[in-house]
């Protein structure tokens, strides 16, 4: 009877930190939604890298506005609705209708850190004194891949955001968040005159 009693304990006691775990990523979760919303009118400057590929870029948020630059190669501009994405390499604009629930910082930067709900399963990876590292899932079958995001523990300030997708991974190191009285860039078609215009909506 007492090695029963005992395994009932071990079995509530487990499924108490569990739950413990799963409210503690929530509030690591709404925490960062917090302080982002915080910021109102924002910009962030970042160093990528996709295998071999490394570049720094930067971009600023405004509501549902934003504008992004990767180096020299690569600029998207979005009014909220439409995205605007230049590739100078190619000299192309594609332009497309903005997917608002993508989470990918370089697809769609106003909802790159908003995980909060029920869209996303989070755990936690890593967590001292400075920081937290979450793995987030998509509870939806079809999105395939993990992110992990990095934060201080402290101030839930992104640090650091990983995709990854297979063998696949693309990492972003967030070098500077701050507020800022400037508006995002909006496209100019005449800037791009001699650039192929590739309409997807």
């Given at each position: 009877?007492?090695?029963?009693?005992?395994?009932?304990?071990?079995?509530?006691?487990?499924?108490?930190?569990?739950?413990?775990?799963?409210?503690?990523?929530?509030?690591?979760?709404?925490?960062l939604k917090q302080y982002i919303a915080k910021?109102?009118?924002?910009?962030?400057?970042f160093a990528l890298q996709a295998g071999d590929y490394k570049d720094e870029g930067r971009y600023l948020v405004d509501g549902d506005t934003y504008h992004i630059v990767v180096g020299d190669i690569a600029e998207v501009y979005c009014d909220g609705k439409v995205r605007y994405e230049v590739d100078n390499e190619r000299k192309e604009v594609n332009i497309d209708v903005v997917d608002a629930s993508s989470r990918?910082?370089?697809?769609?930067?106003?909802?790159?850190?908003?995980?909060?709900?029920?869209?996303?399963?989070?755990?936690?990876?890593?967590?001292?004194?400075?920081?937290?590292?979450?793995?987030?899932?998509?509870?939806?079958?079809k999105v395939e891949g993990e992110i992990f995001l990095t934060l201080d523990a402290a101030t839930f300030t992104p640090k650091?955001?990983?995709?990854?997708?297979?063998d696949e991974r693309f990492n972003v190191k967030i070098l500077s968040l701050a507020k800022t009285k400037s508006s995002p860039a909006k496209f100019d078609r005449s800037r791009y005159r001699n650039y192929e215009i590739i309409d997807f909506r």
């Amino acid at each position: 009877m007492r090695k029963i009693i005992s395994l009932s304990l071990l079995l509530i006691l487990g499924l108490t930190a569990v739950a413990q775990a799963a409210a503690d990523t929530k509030d690591v979760l709404a925490g960062l939604k917090q302080y982002i919303a915080k910021m109102g009118r924002y910009e962030v400057a970042f160093a990528l890298q996709a295998g071999d590929y490394k570049d720094e870029g930067r971009y600023l948020v405004d509501g549902d506005t934003y504008h992004i630059v990767v180096g020299d190669i690569a600029e998207v501009y979005c009014d909220g609705k439409v995205r605007y994405e230049v590739d100078n390499e190619r000299k192309e604009v594609n332009i497309d209708v903005v997917d608002a629930s993508s989470r990918n910082i370089l697809d769609n930067p106003t909802r790159c850190f908003d995980f909060v709900g029920s869209d996303y399963r989070a755990t936690v990876v890593v967590q001292d004194e400075k920081q937290i590292t979450l793995k987030l899932v998509s509870t939806d079958e079809k999105v395939e891949g993990e992110i992990f995001l990095t934060l201080d523990a402290a101030t839930f300030t992104p640090k650091e955001i990983e995709y990854r997708l297979y063998d696949e991974r693309f990492n972003v190191k967030i070098l500077s968040l701050a507020k800022t009285k400037s508006s995002p860039a909006k496209f100019d078609r005449s800037r791009y005159r001699n650039y192929e215009i590739i309409d997807f909506r």
